[in-house]
């Protein structure tokens, strides 16, 4: 996180950026204080779920903070995505020749939001990619990565649909196309694309004329 805040900060230099995780004590009011009052607060996450819309949006409740959509959810996301995929593909030499995608992400056996941005998101991705034929695997709901994987052909892109490269990005979904055997190409996360720390800057910047607009 402190890594994507300085590639923002580059973005805009004149602004304070800082970063924050859920999961360390305390971390997140620290910056919020340090912050000044309204902050903006942008999400790295890939879905609109609990994270985003009881623990964060709970935490930030009464200190002035703006909490804007997650990243997975950025209406800019998925024709930025297809670039990608689409450069890649001419990297390996499959763009002549018709390419597949695999998105691996995270679901959830308790709820439904994950998931539902996961397949709005493949969904919005193929009307940038018409002709290309996208799956969603999931490791924590059906359909599973693993069963999505099997029988993959060699001209496959696996993009995980996550916001970094944690446990699940480094274990679960590479063991997950390991017992699926499958011989595509496995791909970063996609909160790891370059073009994210440009994407987050806009929207930061975004918001805040709004602010002053309003």
């Known amino acids: 996180m402190r890594a994507l805040a300085q590639r923002v900060r580059e973005f805009l230099p004149d602004w304070q950026i800082r970063s924050a995780t859920l999961a360390a004590p305390g971390r997140l009011e620290r910056a919020l204080d340090a912050a000044g009052p309204e902050p903006v607060v942008f999400p ?26 997650a990243l997975g959810v950025h209406p800019d996301l998925p ?16 763009g002549a020749h018709g390419y597949e995608v695999l998105l691996a992400a995270h679901g959830s056996a308790t709820g439904s939001a994950a998931g539902r941005c996961s397949l709005d998101f493949a969904e919005a991705l193929a009307s940038w990619l018409p002709s290309v034929r996208i799956d969603v695997g999931f490791l924590e709901q059906a359909p599973h990565l693993e069963d999505v994987a099997g029988g ?52 930061l910047e975004l918001a805040a004329h709004r602010m002053l607009a309003a």
């Open 44 to 69: 790295v996450f890939m879905a609109e779920g609990w994270f985003t819309k009881t623990a964060l949006a709970g935490r930030l409740k009464k200190t002035g903070a703006r909490q804007l959509p």
């Open 79 to 94: 024709a930025l995505t297809a670039q990608l995929l689409q450069t890649a593909a001419d990297h390996a030499g499959w």
């Open 152 to 203: 993959r052909g060699l001209r496959t892109l696996a993009l995980p649909f996550f916001a970094g490269t944690g446990g699940h990005v480094r274990d679960d979904v590479p063991q997950a196309l390991d017992r699926a055997d499958f011989k595509g190409l496995r791909m970063e996360p996609l909160g790891n694309a370059h073009f994210v720390p440009e994407l987050i800057a806009h929207a």
